[in-house]
Nanobody, 125 residues
Framework: AQLVESGGGLVQAGGSLRLSCVAS????????MGWFRQAPGKEREFVAA????????NYVDSVNGRFTISRDNTANTVYLQMNSLKPEDTAVYYC???????????????????WGQGTQVTVSS
């Protein structure tokens, strides 16, 4: 199955962006979804996750209160609304999925087995 991210770009510090990730599968509601990011020279890190129903979410501390993950299971899409962006948010952002029978929002990279190609987010100071 394919995951396609969009919505990245260049924004000034304090600005906002909304990332989207569209999945090419009819059973989207059976997948937990996550957003990860990778800055140059750094490991890919967890940003946010949402359970298959959308009822459970999970965030890394550094984005809590600024970013919001959501999903629309009728549109096979997961979103990441990013507000109050900081230069340290600059990275390539990746969408990931995991087929699951539970309603968990996984924060471990190893729990995901399908990844998108990524979208670049650059925040200028």
């Amino acid at each position: 199955a394919q995951l396609v991210e969009s919505g990245g770009g260049l924004v000034q510090a304090g600005g906002s962006l909304r990332l989207s990730c569209v999945a090419s599968r009819r059973t989207f509601s059976s997948y937990a979804m996550g957003w990860f990011r990778q800055a140059p020279g750094k490991e890919r890190e967890f940003v946010a996750a949402i359970s298959r129903s959308g009822r459970n979410t999970n965030y890394v501390d550094s984005v809590n209160g600024r970013f919001t993950i959501s999903r629309d299971n009728t549109a096979n899409t997961v979103y990441l609304q990013m507000n109050s962006l900081k230069p340290e948010d600059t990275a390539v952002y990746y969408c990931a999925s995991r087929f699951t029978g539970t309603d968990e929002a996984y924060d471990l990279r190893s729990r995901y087995n399908n990844w998108g190609q990524g979208t670049q987010v650059t925040v200028s100071s």
